[in-house]
């Protein structure tokens, strides 16, 4: 496979421009310098190797300012492609994109994850093979694999560190392993934050913004992007908002945590308390021996949205629960938008966006500074896998990251070491 | 005054040279070119330089390692200063430190911000006046004010969001005000992110680490560091954590929240359990008519150190509150350190840690993946306005952003401009 030209020496520089032409999706080598603060020359140098290395095309010219029209340049979304793999305890989705971060390909299936991950990962793989068949894509243009899944992990070991999906995941090396299988660079991430980054490589949110990812499928999980990069922490085990407190008399949950707003917002609990409500478990024709409660939320939230009352207000208490959970990270990350992706948010997603935006509105400490804006995720349902997906492009294109052939990842840098000048 | 000669150019090679020796205390051009990644022949001309601006002195041999032994630099304490003003309800603390961090000058006074602004600016002018003139410090190595005080704020136009001290105080231009009092850029910043980057330059935390800071005096703010620098989030206002919400169906704060931090385990609340306890009010002669709730506060601290049951009862009730709002921000920001600071952690700090380390202990989502430890600061009592004069230090010196001279802070510059090369 390719192992990056693009990294051949000034890798900020080299990434900074091509992040600056992704996001303008068209623009002109004046309009770059503009953009990047680099002179006219290393623009002119660096768009050469970027041609040359065939990432970047030129694309027409844009319209006149008085002198001659200027020549636009743009992505080559042929150039390379990547792979994004959500591992879900229900469901396993597998997408391949371009460079432009467009979804080329798509499968999901069921029931891989209840296996062991010994014989799970094959199988994995065997879709991935599948899939790029299918797709027609050059083996040699893919740089690689971002798998994502439950935190907590081990992002730099490739390692899940929770006994999810079952016991035999826990410690286990899925991204080295699926590395091997594919003969392709895996890394290994945290769902919430792959779905988060999304957003960005999709242009769905102001470059230099603060936002939050709340990313609910059969769990609830949660990114921060700063300014275009995936906040990290100290293990890249941020943000999990499944398992922040809203209540200090709560229940204990399995997390070791008490009143976790998984069990009180999540789609088990909605799931639970409709089974509870005899008239509209009835209505719905829920099945309460159902192993995927995914589909039973689904009916409620499309009765919620039909204007059930009894739906309705479980699916409203959920949001308010999301709201103020919203209101605790946007306190702490000081956030400009909070996006809502993942599956569970696709049927009642405008219940869940309107009652979220109003605790925001009615809660938030610094709403006197700014306000924060609740939207929908433009990846939706497949955010996770798509963000997988991205976070490899994002890792090898623009952050100068290379992946190492054995999936495991390089330890970081020395803070500063390459950016000195 | 001096204006930095320090940023003539290669601002990012200057501070991270100068960062790396603050943090070293002493250090060998070697050992600096293997700490920064850069060449030899970069470190020895920005040494050069750094020592030509009296930054930077020479200090003796190291140990040889086979060879010559090596000479070793360090920052020259005396050629640089700043002062750290905060403000808060009760109390107005000013401390004049020098390069290396080290309190050169403080005092201490009450009731100025119970004052309208336009009042009791001119009065902290006088005594920093008066402070800079008793520790005879030539004015012209003065580097800034940091002013530090309750969020939320608009950092860059230097003002306050919030009616505390008192109504007049609300959007009342207080950096610029003192700058212009002063002759001296001033700026403006959050007590608690103060607070948390004062331990970074006093070199109380691993440099690379991402630590919280939980400041409380008569409320409870917070601020996150990251690799040495304050987490800002959109606009500055982030972690506030008094106003996280620990209990969804608690009463409504001030705020706008419900269930606010604040209001179950901060000092005013403590006080007025105690007042509520006739044995322990009785016992510790308590004033219900005290206007400073911190000096009642400190009584039953006290009492709680030296056995007092009902003392004791109450202030493991507001650590236990503490810890709770501990686990959430250490779950979101992935920390691997909580410091305490401020004057309500001096008398009871010792309960408060071992309390607030029992609950992350328990109840954090990855302490399968590393350990989360509670720390007192090392700038106890004083540690905001310790803090806002190490924000001025950092800001001019090693993250070389100039602070203007009206006290209104830059535009941030755009992303990445001036680190690509």
Redesign the interface.
């Known amino acids: 496979m390719v192992r990056s030209p693009v990294w051949a020496g000034?890798p900020?520089?080299r990434g900074?421009v091509l992040d600056v032409i992704r996001a303008a999706r068209s623009i002109s080598r004046v309009e770059l310098a503009a953009?990047?603060?680099?002179t006219g020359a290393t623009i002119s140098e660096v768009v050469r190797e970027l041609i040359g290395d065939g990432l970047v095309v030129e694309a027409g010219r844009g319209a006149s300012t008085g002198g001659k029209p200027r020549t636009l340049v743009q992505l080559n979304p042929v150039a390379r492609y990547s792979v994004g793999v959500q591992l879900e305890r229900n469901a396993c989705v597998i997408v391949v994109v371009d460079l432009a971060g467009r979804q080329v390909a798509r499968t999901s299936f069921r029931g891989v994850a209840s296996l062991p991950p010994d014989q799970a990962l094959p199988l994995v793989a065997a879709q991935v093979e599948a899939l790029l068949t299918t797709a027609a894509v050059d083996r040699d243009k893919v740089l690689g694999v971002g798998l994502v899944s439950y935190?907590?992990?081990?992002r730099h070991a490739g390692v899940l560190?929770?006994p999810q999906p079952t016991e035999e995941w826990y410690d286990y090396p899925v991204a080295p392993r699926l590395a091997e299988q594919l003969g392709l660079p895996v890394l290994l991430d945290n769902d919430a934050a792959a779905a988060a980054i999304g957003e960005y490589w999709m242009g769905a949110v102001e470059p230099?913004?603060?936002y939050g990812c709340i990313y609910m499928a059969t769990g609830i999980g949660?990114g921060?992007v700063?300014?275009?990069e995936v906040?990290?922490?100290?293990?890249?085990?941020?943000?999990?908002?499944g398992?922040?407190?809203?209540?200090?008399?709560g229940e204990e949950c399995s997390?070791?945590?008490?009143?976790c707003l998984e069990n009180?917002a999540g789609p088990s609990t909605v799931v639970r308390q409709a089974l509870a409500t005899p008239g509209l478990a009835r209505r719905l024709a829920l099945d309460p021996a159902a192993d995927d409660f995914l589909t039973e939320f689904a009916r409620i939230a499309a009765a919620a949205n039909t204007g059930d009352p009894e739906a309705r207000e479980l699916i409203e208490r959920s949001a308010r629960?999301l709201g103020?959970a919203a209101?605790?990270?946007a306190?702490?990350?000081?956030?400009?938008v909070v996006v809502l992706a993942g599956p569970s948010f696709v049927v009642a997603g405008s219940i869940y966006q309107s009652v979220i935006q109003q605790e925001l509105d009615?809660?938030?400490?610094?709403?006197?500074?700014?306000p924060v804006r609740v939207v929908p995720s433009v990846n939706g349902s497949d955010a996770a896998a798509m963000g997988g997906a991205v976070l490899v492009l994002q890792s090898e294109l623009t952050l100068g990251r290379s992946l190492p052939e054995d999936g495991a990842r390089p330890a970081p840098?020395?803070?500063?070491?390459?950016?000195?000048?």
């Open positions: 000034r900020k520089t900074l953009a990047t603060g680099l935190g907590p992990q081990d560190l929770t230099h913004s603060t949660g921060v700063v300014a275009g906040y990290r922490g100290s293990s890249s085990n941020s943000a999990e908002i398992h922040i407190s809203i209540d200090v008399h997390c070791g945590n008490v009143g009180y629960y103020h209101v605790t990270v306190v702490l990350f000081d956030l400009d009615r809660r938030l400490f610094a709403r006197r500074a700014h840098a020395v803070a500063g070491a390459d950016e000195a000048s």
